[in-house]
């Protein structure tokens, strides 16, 4: 019963995984620390605030507008 995870111990390989550090090691390589310094975020473009709009057509616009009225209207 342990194993197939109808208990309230859960499935033996989530302890397994646990028992050899790997929730810590993945806490640590998710950690800001770690993620900021990753050459991928070291490229790209800064963000503009609105500049969303100078790569939609005035019809997504229209849409996008519509929808967010919808989604906060209560």
Do not use: R
Request: charged fraction near 30%; glycine fraction near 6%.
């Amino acid at each position: 019963m342990f194993c197939q995870g109808i208990i309230q111990f859960g499935p033996f390989f989530d302890h397994e995984e646990e028992k050899h550090g790997v929730v810590e090691e993945i806490a640590k390589i998710c950690s800001f620390e770690n993620m900021k310094d990753l050459e991928v975020n070291k490229k790209g473009e800064k963000a503009k605030t609105g500049d969303w709009s100078n790569y939609l057509t005035p019809s997504m616009v229209e849409h996008l507008e519509k929808l967010i009225q919808e989604k906060l209207e209560n």
